[in-house]
Every structure is written in structure tokens, then in C-alpha cells.
Nanobody, 123 residues
Framework: QVQVVESGGGLVQAGGSLRLSCATS????????MAWFRQSPGKEREFVSC????????YYSDSVKGRFTISRDNAKNTVYLQMNSLTPEDTAVYYC????????????????WGQGTQVTVSS
């Protein structure tokens, strides 16, 4: 079992930056592929980014590529999402997820999820 807790959300003006953190506990974090998803009211959960357990591969959705950066510190059992040049369209609840067996942009392949952290970008 892996426990996942997101933090770092908040209110920011358009063009600003935020860094989200995702702390995990339980089984060996370094063996898990990690991902960030987001969900806005009335919309389906949307893939944002993922990173392999060994950090050598990352993947981004087109909507955040070039603005967001995912990283992880296996010594701290933490994954990060640095978000720059934020726009109101980035407003959502951001979720961190873990998968031991899959590296995917699809939510169904992740079996451990956090409760989410709200990001609100004002215009």
C-alpha cells in the first residue's frame, strides 16, 4: 500500500508559478511510476504529466508541455510539479497518483491516489 498526499496548491495570478509536492509513504517509492492529473468541475480527470521510477523518462500533455516540469526525489519519497506561466485554464484540483506496474497517461493504470490539491489561477 502507498499513501499519497499532495500539497502546494493555492491561488495565483495568471503568469505566475506554483510548485506542487506529492509525498508518499508505505512501500518503496523508488519502484513506482508517478503521475499528476487534474480535474475541473464538470470535466473528466485529465492527464498532466508522468515520470518513471528511475527518472529517466518524463511525459507531458500538450496543454502543459514547456510550462510544467515533473521531477522526483527518491530519497525524500516525493514527486514535484513545477508549474510556470499559469493560465486560468490550469485551474483545477491536481491529483498525484502512483503505479508500480505501468507508465501511462491513463488514470485507470494508477492504483494509489491522493486527495488532491486545489490550484486556482485568476485572470
Amino acid at each position: 500500500q502507498v499513501q499519497v498526499v499532495e500539497s502546494g496548491g493555492g491561488l495565483v495570478q495568471a503568469g505566475g508559478s506554483l510548485r506542487l509536492s506529492c509525498a508518499t509513504s508505505g512501500r518503496t517509492f523508488s519502484g513506482y511510476n508517478m503521475a499528476w492529473f487534474r480535474q475541473s468541475p464538470g470535466k473528466e480527470r485529465e492527464f498532466v504529466s508522468c515520470i518513471r521510477w528511475n527518472r529517466n523518462t518524463t511525459y507531458y500533455s500538450d496543454s502543459v508541455k514547456g510550462r510544467f516540469t515533473i521531477s522526483r526525489d527518491n530519497a525524500k519519497n516525493t514527486v514535484y510539479l513545477q508549474m510556470n506561466s499559469l493560465t486560468p485554464e490550469d485551474t483545477a484540483v491536481y491529483y498525484c497518483a502512483a503505479s508500480q506496474n505501468y507508465y501511462s497517461s491513463l488514470p485507470l493504470f494508477y492504483n494509489f491516489w491522493g486527495q488532491g490539491t486545489q490550484v486556482t489561477v485568476s485572470s
